[in-house]
């Protein structure tokens, strides 16, 4: 059953009382997850709360970097509980790589991979969700 309207949201389509694409509960959980992974603090001017730690330390130099992923990893989790209300059983997990590329010179930078496990309430399914993010300065030239 397609209950859940996909995004982006496209309001030209509801103003013209056009059907907007719908989607499965995942499909709309995902969504949602992605959204605030990819949502700095601040940018939702009804909620400054709304959105994800990883974009707070973009330009920060890690010293710890396992301090940082447990610290990261609870903040996420604690988010994800805050604003998603229809996955339950939340486990999250966080990898920081370094990840060699060629992009017209050699560069090194250091690639978040999110991974969220739970159970959506609705319908007691396992869900899962990934994301990978570059983070800025801790690219460099080699």
């Known amino acids: ?10 309001l030209g389509e509801v103003i013209r009382q056009e059907e907007h694409p719908k989607c499965v509960l995942s499909d709309s959980v995902a969504a949602l ?11 939702c001017k009804y909620d400054e709360s ?7 330390h973009d330009f920060e130099n ?4 396992q301090l940082y ?15 998603e209300p229809r996955l339950a059983v939340i486990r999250v997990d966080i990898q920081i790589d370094q990840v060699d590329y060629n992009a017209g ?7 978040i991979s999110l991974d969220v496990k739970g159970t959506l309430t609705k319908t007691n399914e396992t869900f899962a969700f990934a ?3 570059f ?3 801790l690219s460099y030239t080699l």
């Open 1 to 10: 059953m397609m209950d859940y309207y996909q995004l982006p949201l496209k």
């Open 33 to 43: 997850l992605h959204l605030i992974s990819i949502t700095h603090f601040g940018e």
């Open 50 to 56: 709304f959105g994800c730690e990883i974009w707070e």
């Open 62 to 65: 890690i010293s710890n970097t």
């Open 69 to 83: 992923k447990e610290q990261l990893r609870k903040l996420i989790q604690e988010t994800l509980e805050r604003y």
């Open 105 to 111: 010179r050699r560069r090194t930078k250091s690639r």
């Open 131 to 133: 994301e990978q993010f």
């Open 135 to 137: 983070i800025g300065p």
